[in-house]
């Protein structure tokens, strides 16, 4: 069954800074990795969804990258923004169950 | 396109009354799913539907059921509410699971008492 884990729980750093999210699973048959952005009080909205066949996507100042090999996805942040201030959820798809998600890291960029 | 809509936005029942949580959408998707989202236990599935009169259990099934009468509507009913189901319920919707992203509604917040 596919777990996926999110470390750290919440994150804060200053303006400007570029900063990495990381995502861990444990299903290295995962058919493709979606990274969200939800903030208060709303649902979720999609960022990047990187197939299993990709190492990477890019939209604007976001990266995503996936490594199977070694369970792992990171999402880059560059030139972070207080704009940026929301929770990042990773989810992953094997296949054999629909998505599952991680619990989320809570970004706070300071002004 | 509207994206995924979810009515109410807000609901308080009683502990053993019953309701639906509506949700639609207008983006031709067959792949639909409930969630529901609570502190420190993250989004856990509650049923899904990979197209019109198809649905399956996910995670936490209990309590709940779904229909799929249409490729556009997917709700959720609670047959007798208990204080536990207390959270905030999220449809979400997709061409398919393989290839495309997952659309959220903006959720309902329901609180049992």
């Known amino acids: 069954k596919q777990e996926v884990t999110q470390i750290p729980a919440a994150l804060s750093v200053p303006e400007g800074e570029n900063l990495v999210l990381n995502c861990s699973f444990t299903?290295?048959?995962?058919?493709?990795l979606q990274w969200f952005r939800q903030d208060p009080g709303k649902g979720l909205t999609s960022l990047l969804l990187i197939q299993s066949s990709q190492r990477e996507q890019t939209s604007g100042r976001l990266n995503a990258s996936l490594d199977k090999s070694s369970g792992r996805s990171t999402l880059y942040i560059a030139a972070s923004q207080p704009g940026d201030s929301a929770t990042y959820l990773c989810a992953g798809y094997s296949g054999n169950t629909p998505l599952v998600f991680g619990k989320g890291t809570r970004l706070s960029v300071i002004a | 396109n509207a994206g995924v809509t979810q009515t109410p936005k807000f609901q308080v029942l009683k502990t053993g009354q019953s309701m639906t949580l509506q949700c639609a959408q207008d983006?031709?998707?067959?792949?639909m799913s409930w969630y529901r989202q609570d502190p420190g236990m993250g989004l856990r599935l509650i049923h899904y539907?990979?197209?019109?009169?198809?649905?399956d259990q996910g995670e936490v099934p209990n309590g709940y059921n779904v229909s799929r009468s249409t490729t556009e509507d997917f709700p959720l009913r609670l047959l007798s509410a208990a204080p536990s189901q207390t959270s905030v319920y999220f449809c979400a919707s997709s061409y398919d699971q393989l290839n495309s992203p997952l659309h959220f509604g903006n959720g309902t917040r329901l609180t049992v008492t």
């Open positions: 299903d290295s048959a995962i058919y493709n």
């Open positions: 539907s990979v197209g019109a009169g198809i649905t």
């Open positions: 983006m031709n998707h067959e792949y």
